[in-house]
């Protein structure tokens, strides 16, 4: 909407209009590779373990984990007799006994309904034999879990209920500053009355949407190569108070997803 040819226009103020919304940031998908950082993007993929690094694994809060192997790329085809399977994280021994975790008989773990406290190390011991004839075997694998803040397959929907709501309130102002908007350009169209010194222009109406983590995550490509854009909980050694997106070096702090140093 514009002011030419309107009584009153010439000599206004024309104004388009910038509407800025915050939004945290994707946990994006990742290419899969076994030996690689992983996020899930469903029940079926699973991840195996190196005895050359730890493997990164990304894991949406309150959602199941992928299933973890506790065998290596090389040994995952190869028949193993008689193996042992035993999987330790940051609490110490890990057992179907708890409702949190699922240990297959082939030692694959799947942790359910993920937390942020359960974010930390996780190793699994696996003691075999390639033939009966041969001494026993034994392998230590390590895997670092992470929780991450958002799920983008499931519409941008954020992790915690409450960060739900405010996403809702979010796309509900920008859903009625633009009907507002609308509704103007329409009745003004219908009237002669003079335009006001400050008014919109039709389509100029734009959204920027600006990455932000929640308190306690953070972004870090370097750190995560597997998933730069996700917002993963901070590790132990580094905090983030606010809504920023870095995670601070934080020397005295000793947890997963510190909120304060």
Known sequence: MGGEGRPGARGRLRLGLLLVLLQA??????????????????NSLKIV???????????????NSPRILCV???????????????WNGPSGYLSSENSSVQISPTGTLILRHFKSHLSGVYNCSLLYKLTAMQPDKKLILKYLIYVTCLDREENNRLCKRSACDASHRLNKAKYLIERFFKQEVEVRKKTAEPLPEIYY???????????RCYPGYGMNALRHPGCPECCVICSPGS?????GIHCLQCDSSLKYGATKC
């Open 239 to 243: 905090y983030n108070p606010s809504n």
């Open 72 to 86: 290596t790329n090389h040994l995952r085809n190869s028949e193993l007799i008689d193996p042992i399977f035993r």
């Open 25 to 42: 940031a994707p946990a994006v998908q990742p290419s899969q590779g076994f030996l690689r950082s992983a996020v899930p993007r469903h």
């Open 201 to 211: 222009i039709e389509g100029t109406l734009q959204m920027v949407w600006i990455d």
């Open 49 to 63: 373990g190196s005895i050359i690094f730890p493997v990164k694994v990304y894991v949406k809060l309150d959602h």
